[in-house]
């Protein structure tokens, strides 16, 4: 067999996805194009606003100004209670079109001058699955003094993230269970989004966390202590958002109590200066 019909390795993720040529991983994004892998979401778009900073959510970044939100499709996790289900479980067929590196940064700088934009946030699906175009886009976004945030689960390999560090401003990053059982119903890797965390920490970004609140999968009294004193550990001054469930997707439960919500977060202020309560 030639090698430019053998099977791929995708090292990107956790997943690390053994793909055949023609064949897309567990993301919907990544896939074997006779011998190389590429993302078959570089530069499609499926929701371009301008929102409040707030709503990545990030209260300790620039709060008060508004940002550029992008969005492509796929993810490389597969929660049942998925609020941007519409694009992150789907495939190009949602894509609303192609934006280039360089039009991108034009975009930008029309959302600065005409609505305060700070930068670019790259958000909604799962952004890391766009590496390269992240790769390709965020130098130039710097080079024009606009900020560049990732809303994103964290789940990336150590090498490939090294190499987005250098380009990141700010990152609220999903946390969305204290336990790698939880991560495995999932569909991720626990042990990865805690690196994730700490490699953006001590590379200077600005990092907030969001965990959403989920009856019977991640509400326990102990598993919260042990996240706050965990996130204690890296910087006490990191916000934590303690967000509500409501019923989304393929998950019916019931939605959070939000008196659960409020003994979460004192529990969570022993340990943090700033805990945040959201969907409230």
């Not at 969005?71 to 479980?89: A, D, L, P, T, V």
């Not at 495995?184 to 690196?195: E, I, K, M, S, Y």
């Not at 006490?236 to 409020?262: Q, V």
Request: aromatic share 10%; with cysteine.
């Amino acid at each position: 067999m030639s090698e430019n019909k053998q099977s791929l390795e995708c090292g990107l993720c956790p997943h690390k996805c053994i793909l055949q040529p023609g064949r897309t991983g567990f993301c919907g994004t990544r896939r074997n194009f006779d011998g190389e892998i590429r993302s078959v979401s570089y530069g499609q778009v499926t929701s371009l606003a301008v929102d409040p900073i707030e709503k990545k959510p990030l209260y300790h970044f620039h709060p008060g100004t508004a940002i550029l939100s992008v969005g492509g499709f796929g993810c490389n996790m597969k929660c049942s209670f998925c609020q941007n289900h519409g694009i992150s479980q789907q495939g190009i067929e949602v894509s609303q079109g192609y934006v280039s590196p360089e039009n991108l940064v034009k975009l930008s700088q029309k959302a600065a001058a005409e609505a305060g934009s700070i930068g670019v946030a790259f958000t909604y699906n799962e952004p890391l699955l766009s590496y390269e175009y992240l790769l390709d886009t965020e130098p130039l976004l710097q080079d024009k003094g606009q900020k560049v945030v990732l809303v994103t689960n964290g789940q990336i390999m150590e090498e490939k993230f090294k190499k987005l560090l250098p380009y990141i401003d700010a990152m609220n990053i999903d946390l969305k269970a204290f336990s790698p059982e939880g991560y495995q119903w999932l569909g991720g890797d626990f042990a990865t989004t805690q690196r994730t965390i700490g490699m953006a920490v001590e590379a200077g970004i600005h990092v907030e966390i969001t965990s959403l609140i989920i009856p019977e999968f991640n509400d326990d009294t102990a598993m919260m202590e042990a996240e706050a004193r965990w996130l204690c550990n890296i910087h006490p001054g990191m916000p934590l958002h303690l967000s509500r469930y409501f019923p989304r997707y393929k998950l019916n439960r019931p939605a959070t109590p939000i008196e659960t919500l409020y003994q979460l977060r004192t529990i969570a202020e022993k340990y943090l200066k700033y805990v945040y309560l959201g969907n409230v």
